[in-house]
């Protein structure tokens, strides 16, 4: 009864279809859905392993609990599409717009998001580990308690980012724009933020262990309560940040 024929022909009827039959399967792995218009779709709950979205517009589409791994989602348009607790494993999202999407719990592990638009995103508790994010757009995006462990953000922008308690271990931050950030109690153990603009951002408690943090900016940064065990500062600007009682003033060179 719910094939990619009728769900590529009317949306509203299939819609209409999953409301009456909410017990009914929707299997679509695999299938081609190149450049569809599928707008506000419902396709919670669906099997999309391995399909091709390939610039699709699914904008406010509903993903609750679906799969969607090892999908290609190139150049698709997501904005403000529902994506909570969807499994986007090894998915594509290059160059993707996922513009206020909701991702809460989302499994985005091992996926490449490259130049992807996440601005204003909710990744609240999502799984991003290992996930490729060079290049994309993360402003004011909300990270909270998400995993980002062993993520590569090179050049990523994540100006005013929430990354409140979030798991940073081992991330790639290279040249990432984190101005403003609010990095609260993160865990950033081990992780590259070579000549990360950090200028203004909140890092109280946050735990920098061996951090590598050479060449970046830490101007105005909160750096109170913070663990710098080991953390590499060489030629950091420090320039009035605060370190508990203690405020720089000065370009500091641990």
Known sequence: MLDIEMLLRSVTEWNETRRKNPGLDVDLSGVDLTRACLHGANLSNANLQGANLIEANISGANFYRAD????????????????????????????????????????????ILTEANLRGAYLIEANL??????????HGADLIEANLQGAQLTDANLRKASLHWTNLNKADFHRANLQYASLFGATLQKANLQKAN???????????TDANLTDADLGMANLIGANLTGTDLNNANLEGSSLGNYHHNNKIIA
């Open 129 to 138: 580990s290992d996930t490729i994010l060079d290049g994309a757009i993360l």
């Open 68 to 111: 969607l791994s090892n999908a290609n989602l190139r150049r698709a348009i997501l904005h403000r599409a529902s994506l909570i607790k969807a499994n986007l494993s090894d998915a594509s999202f290059y160059e993707a717009n996922l513009d206020g999407a909701c991702l809460h719990r989302a499994d985005l592990s091992r996926s």
């Open 198 to 208: 950090l200028h203004g951002a909140d890092l109280t408690e946050a735990d920098l």
